[in-house]
C-alpha cells in the first residue's frame, strides 16, 4: 500500500487574498511498474527563478519524471520497498526509463539502483530507515536525519523489512564534470624581485 500524502496548496483570490486552492490526496503518484513498492509522488515544480507564484493551476500536474526542468526545483515524496521485494526480481533499468532517466544509470555497476542526476537533492527521511550507498561508503539513515545529495553516483538500500519514506527537493545543477572543466587553473603571483641595496 503505498503512503498517500494530504498537499495543501495556497494562492490568491481575485480580490489579491491568499486563499486555500486546493486540500486533499497529492494526485500525481507513480508507481513503478518494473518495480512495485517504490513510488513517487510529485507535489510541486518549478521551471525558473524567481519562481512564479501567479495563477491556480497545478505545477505538478504532468508525467512525473526523475529530473526538474533547465534552472528549475521539484519537490516529491518518494516511498523506497525494502531490497527483499525487488533485488533480483526487478528491471531497474526499465524504472528509470519510465521517469524518462534511461541516461541517469550506471550502466558499469553491479547496483542497479547506482545512478547519476544534474541535480543538487535536499532529502529528509520521513519514516524507516534507507542506506545510502556511493561509489566508496554508505551510510544509514533514519527519520530526521538529512541527507545533501550533490550531483554524485548514488543508490538506496532498504535492508529492513518496512518500506522507507523520504521528501525530496531537486534542484537542476550543472554536471560536476563540466564545472569542473569550466574552471581554470589557480596560478600563482608572479614572485617580486628583491631590490637592491645602494652602498
Given at each position: 500500500?503505498?503512503?498517500?500524502?494530504?498537499?495543501?496548496?495556497?494562492g490568491?483570490?481575485?480580490?489579491?487574498?491568499?486563499?486555500?486552492?486546493a486540500?486533499?490526496?497529492?494526485?500525481?503518484?507513480k508507481?513503478m511498474?518494473?518495480?512495485p513498492?517504490?513510488?513517487?509522488?510529485?507535489l510541486?515544480?518549478?521551471?525558473?527563478?524567481?519562481?512564479?507564484?501567479?495563477?491556480?493551476?497545478?505545477?505538478?500536474a504532468?508525467?512525473?519524471?526523475?529530473?526538474?526542468?533547465?534552472?528549475?526545483t521539484?519537490?516529491?515524496?518518494?516511498?523506497?520497498?525494502?531490497?527483499?521485494?525487488?533485488?533480483?526480481r526487478?528491471?531497474?533499468?526499465?524504472?528509470?526509463?519510465?521517469?524518462?532517466?534511461?541516461?541517469?544509470?550506471?550502466?558499469?555497476?553491479?547496483?542497479?539502483?547506482?545512478?547519476?542526476?544534474?541535480?543538487?537533492?535536499?532529502?529528509?527521511?520521513?519514516k524507516?530507515?534507507?542506506?545510502a550507498?556511493?561509489?566508496?561508503?554508505?551510510t544509514?539513515?533514519?527519520?530526521?536525519d538529512?541527507?545533501?545529495q550533490r550531483?554524485?553516483?548514488?543508490?538506496?538500500?532498504?535492508?529492513?523489512?518496512e518500506?522507507?519514506?523520504?521528501?525530496?527537493?531537486?534542484?537542476?545543477?550543472?554536471?560536476?564534470?563540466?564545472?569542473?572543466k569550466?574552471?581554470?587553473?589557480?596560478?600563482?603571483?608572479?614572485?617580486?624581485?628583491?631590490?637592491?641595496k645602494?652602498?
Amino acid at each position: 500500500m503505498i503512503w498517500r500524502v494530504r498537499r495543501v496548496l495556497t494562492g490568491h483570490d481575485a480580490e489579491g487574498k491568499s486563499t486555500i486552492i486546493a486540500d486533499g490526496q497529492a494526485p500525481n503518484v507513480k508507481e513503478m511498474a518494473s518495480m512495485p513498492g517504490l513510488a513517487l509522488t510529485d507535489l510541486w515544480e518549478t521551471t525558473g527563478a524567481p519562481a512564479d507564484n501567479a495563477g491556480h493551476s497545478d505545477a505538478a500536474a504532468r508525467p512525473v519524471r526523475l529530473e526538474p526542468p533547465k534552472n528549475g526545483t521539484l519537490f516529491r515524496i518518494v516511498e523506497f520497498p525494502p531490497d527483499s521485494q525487488w533485488r533480483n526480481r526487478a528491471d531497474a533499468r526499465a524504472a528509470f526509463d519510465s521517469i524518462g532517466a534511461g541516461h541517469a544509470p550506471d550502466r558499469s555497476s553491479a547496483d542497479p539502483m547506482m545512478h547519476k542526476t544534474n541535480t543538487i537533492d535536499y532529502i529528509v527521511v520521513l519514516k524507516g530507515e534507507i542506506h545510502a550507498v556511493l561509489d566508496k561508503g554508505e551510510t544509514l539513515l533514519r527519520p530526521g536525519d538529512v541527507f545533501i545529495q550533490r550531483g554524485t553516483n548514488h543508490s538506496w538500500s532498504v535492508r529492513g523489512n518496512e518500506p522507507c519514506v523520504v521528501a525530496v527537493v531537486l534542484v537542476n545543477a550543472a554536471p560536476v564534470s563540466s564545472r569542473a572543466k569550466s574552471k581554470p587553473a589557480a596560478r600563482k603571483p608572479p614572485a617580486k624581485k628583491a631590490k637592491k641595496k645602494k652602498k
